[in-house]
């Protein structure tokens, strides 16, 4: 099982969704929203865990958080993913647009000096200027387009440049989602919970559940359950061998704190 996108930290109870994880060897990629967050959320895990945290400065904030960006380039060279990170299009957040642009930008420049990172990327209504950024600093590492919502056409562009994408439950829930989902080669398709924020059954989703996107993804692919499985678990090989990442630590290495809460920086 992989969930290659979901905030643990914002789990009412953060450390029983690791220690789930771990047992039921579920390998989450565990995005952040700042790098103050990333600092609490990584003191969650410990090494062995199958847990990797990324270290994150989500669109949404980049406006009010974007003094963090000196906080990310110094946590950069202790992790191999970033995310969230990338642009928002939404009409409420067009103030702050130059502000995203700068911190997207600028995050892009300091994966592709520190050698490249595997990337979870936000696109939102915000897919070609993306795409535009990725092209302008292509050794910052290996685009992982999270919950894509493009265009068709922004679609090919993405894949033609090499995108990867992490697909979870709404993407099925439209007919704009399914056509997406049918134009996405195999081989770079990748699942996601988005947890918490996305539910099922009325409930927020964890890790372990991200089973019910490869059930999707079989009946989408009108493939058996296995063969969707096999797939996924080639295709995450495949991810991580391409990246090149040269960094001094994993982020999972770092112990759990002993004297403080461990969420206490996460937003
Ligand atoms: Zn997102």
Redesign the pocket.
Known sequence: MMDLHCRIDLYPDPLSVVDCCRRLQVFVVSVTTTPAAYRGTVRLTRAGDPIETALGLHPQLAGERSREVDLFDEHLPAVRWVG?I?LDGSPDLKAAWPAQVQVFEHILRSCASGGGRLMSI?S?GAAGPVLDSLRRFPNAGVPVL??FSGTLAELDAAIAFGCWFSVGLPMFRSKKGREILSRIPRDRVLTET?GPFVESNGQPIHPWEVDLVTKELASHWQVSWEETGQTLRINLARLTASSSVDCVALSHITPPPKDRPASADSK
Do not use: I, Q, Y
Request: charged residues 45%; aromatic residues 14%.
């Open positions: 969230e990338g936000h939102r999270h919950w988005d």
